[in-house]
């Protein structure tokens, strides 16, 4: 059974910091975080190929957001640093995602999605 249990959500004031965790029962080549805002369409925020740990980030994320991975615990995290009340939705870790070369795509549907973990930055 494919399951993906992320932890790690929760309230911060703006300009803080979150760590999201997603931890995996199998490691696939591409893992990604999602995020969906009430009212809002669905965004990738990051991937990771956890084969060449190769990253990939949405433009709103780059330079304040981090994708890393623990193979031997088939683990990925999302560090998210400096928080705006932008940032604020349901967080989701994705996996067995679609690639080129070495990069794991964000504009398309992973096949497995774990129940998600809310996160809500205050101004």
């Known amino acids: 059974q494919v399951q993906l249990v992320e932890s790690g959500g929760g309230s911060v004031q703006a300009g803080g910091s979150l760590r999201l965790s997603c931890a995996a029962t199998y490691r696939w080549n591409c893992m990604g975080w999602f995020r969906q805002a009430p009212g809002k369409e669905r965004e990738g925020v990051a991937s990771i190929h956890t084969g060449y740990g190769s990253t990939y980030y949405a433009d709103s994320v780059k330079g304040r957001f981090t994708i890393s991975q623990d193979n031997a615990k088939n683990t990925v995290y999302l560090q998210m640093n400096n928080l705006k009340p932008e940032d604020s939705a349901m967080y989701y870790c994705?996996?067995?995602?679609?690639?080129?070369?070495?990069?794991?795509?964000?504009?398309?549907?992973?096949?497995?999605r774990g129940q998600g973990t809310q996160v809500t930055v205050s101004s």
């Open positions: 994705a996996a067995n995602g679609p690639y080129l070369g070495r990069i794991c795509a964000l504009n398309t549907e992973y096949k497995y």
